[in-house]
């Protein structure tokens, strides 16, 4: 695989579990009404 | 205290094994810092390592939570908090990850940075009040978001500026945060003191790696991250602390890299505007931009420009921040009273030190004055003044071998021109030429390189007694010849270094005075 690719790899893993990560941190923020519902 | 060790070691063997993983991860997907440009280093480093750092922060505090919900239900872990705080740093670490892919426009990144930064403000992590020594509480009201999205970016920039040699960001990274958890306990927050463990914890496991020479580079994903979560990790400590807490103690704690952001802003815009010849300053003032023009001229490059290995500089810049750190601590413990001397202090060594790295100098004056590379570096450079083309003869192999260059001028005016803004470690002059005042004015201002001189056979030196050395007539001859160069050489770093070293804990003894005046004041 070239370098290319694997860079485009890189992002698109690194994107996807950060994205993730922060959905659930965000999740975790509105379960503890830290944003809506205080 | 037992059990924040204990995570602070489970920290740092998380970032001591992930490191190499995420190394050839970078490795393999090219994600590479080649040599050349503003960079020092001089082979093509991955620079991924954040991404280590990120994840050692993230699983300890997993483990964190999981101990205190199986065994310590008392153990501070505020879960709201930590996610505020990781929302906003996996934000920055993906910013960070997309720069050290594919690069990112410098406006770009500063926008996103603020877009990060006005989530996590709008999530309730606020500068709300701040206490200003001499003026008392503040309440901020509207200004919170302002200040505090400049707090975060700011920081967070500070210490990608500071990411230029190794080891430097995450060492400071790594005493801000040692400092600031201890400030954090003595304060008694200790679900605040909790992130800067973890973070000092990482920062160290990285270190192992990050240290000269690099096995891996921070990148901007990981000087984005440790900037970033000190940042906020000090608007918590401030937020239910601001009464006693000045806002001096974390910028202080984190006083290197705002001293050198500060630093560059202000010289960068001076010399755009005492550059400008006649009347054309009113608009060069105007151009506030160029405070953000990259340059070469942070600390570090300064402190590599006197002639400091990457090493000593690091050494040096350590030792400034722990000191910065330490009066962040005793203004805490003091709880602000003796403000004003340590302040007073604190200014007089700054201005000291600004001047003894040479900020001060006029615009336009020769920005690399004196020699780099005294170590036992390879490619170092010496130059000398050939006519006859006899110096190259006798010099040239002997230099080779050391992996030297020697860069040979016909003339004294060539010489001239050769030696402006090149670094060189020996300057060879026939003693027929050293009186010329081309070689005089390049004497003058290069006090640090060694001045040989290469007589023709049979001809005297002459009036030159404190030239350093004959070059020899022959290669073997030049060839000891360089080598006591490179002693003395060597001899000449190391004296400058402990010189350096000896005034930074100079610095100390005032401020040791101080304190113990005052405790001793406290129990009278």
């Not at chain 1, 975790?28 to 009404?33: A, P, Q, T, W």
Request: aromatic fraction near 12%.
């Amino acid at each position: 695989m070239g370098i290319r690719a694997r860079k485009q790899l890189t992002f698109y893993v690194s994107f996807t579990v950060g994205g993730l990560l922060m959905l659930f941190f965000l999740f975790l923020l509105v379960l503890n009404g830290a944003i809506w519902g205080r | 205290m037992t059990q924040y060790m204990l995570i602070a070691v489970l920290a740092a063997t998380f970032a001591w094994c992930l490191t190499p993983w995420v190394r050839r991860v970078a490795l393999a997907s090219g994600i590479l810092d080649y040599p050349g440009g503003r960079k020092v280093h001089l082979v093509s480093t991955p620079r991924f390592g954040g991404v280590a750092i990120y994840l050692a922060f993230l699983l300890t505090a997993l483990g964190v939570y999981w101990y205190r919900e199986l065994a310590a239900p008392s153990f501070p872990f505020d879960v709201v908090q930590f996610s505020g705080l990781m929302l906003g740093g996996t934000g920055i670490l993906l910013v960070g990850i997309y720069d050290d892919l594919f690069g990112l426009r410098a406006g770009v990144k500063l926008g996103l940075e603020v877009l990060v930064a006005l989530i996590v403000a709008g999530i309730g992590i606020r500068i709300e009040t701040i206490t200003i020594p001499g003026v008392g509480l503040v309440e901020l009201g509207f200004w919170a978001i302002p200040a505090t999205v400049l707090w975060i970016v700011g920081i967070a920039n500070a210490f990608n500026l500071i990411d230029g040699i190794d080891g430097l960001s995450a060492g400071t990274a790594l005493i801000a945060s040692t400092i600031s958890f201890l400030i954090a306990i003595y304060l008694g927050r200790t679900e605040v003191a909790l992130y800067f463990v973890v973070l000092a914890g990482s920062t160290l496991g990285f270190l192992r790696y990050n240290y000269n020479p690099a096995q891996v580079f921070l990148g901007d994903s990981g000087s984005l991250f440790l900037g970033y979560t000190l940042a906020v990790a000090s608007v918590l400590g401030l937020q239910k602390s601001s009464t006693i807490v000045s806002i001096l103690v974390p910028v202080l704690a984190l006083g290197l890299p705002i001293a050198d952001v500060a630093l560059a802003v202000i010289r960068r815009y001076v010399r755009a505007v005492l550059g400008q010849k006649g009347r054309d300053w009113v608009r060069a003032s105007l151009r506030f931009w160029v405070a953000f023009e990259p340059d070469k001229e942070h600390i570090h490059h300064r402190l590599l420009g006197i002639g400091f290995s990457h090493r000593q500089a690091v050494h040096c810049l350590y030792l400034a921040g722990l000191f910065l750190g330490v009066l962040a601590y005793l203004m805490t413990a003091l709880q602000n009273r003796g403000i004003a001397v340590i302040l007073i202090y604190l200014g007089i060594v700054t201005a000291l030190g600004v001047r003894k790295l040479g900020f001060l100098r006029p615009v336009g004056a020769d920005l690399g004055r004196r020699t780099m590379s005294w170590k036992r570096l390879p490619n170092a450079t010496m130059l000398a003044l050939d006519p006859a083309g006899d110096v190259a003869r006798r010099l040239g192999e002997a230099a080779a071998d050391r992996g030297w260059s020697l860069v040979c001028a016909k003339d004294p005016r060539e010489l001239a021109e050769l030696a402006g803004g090149r670094n060189f470690v020996a300057c060879v002059v026939p003693p027929r030429y050293s009186e010329t005042p081309e070689v005089g004015a390049l004497r003058s201002s290069r006090p640090y390189a060694l001045w040989l001189a290469a007589p023709a056979e049979g001809e005297a030196i002459g009036s030159n007694g404190d030239w350093f050395d004959v070059v020899g007539t022959d290669a073997n001859a030049s060839r000891a010849m360089l080598g006591r160069v490179e002693e003395v050489a060597a001899l000449r770093n190391r004296l400058r270094y402990f010189k350096g070293l000896f005034w930074l804990t100079l610095i100390w003894i005032p401020i040791i005075v101080f304190f113990l005046i005052s405790a001793s004041f406290e129990r009278g």
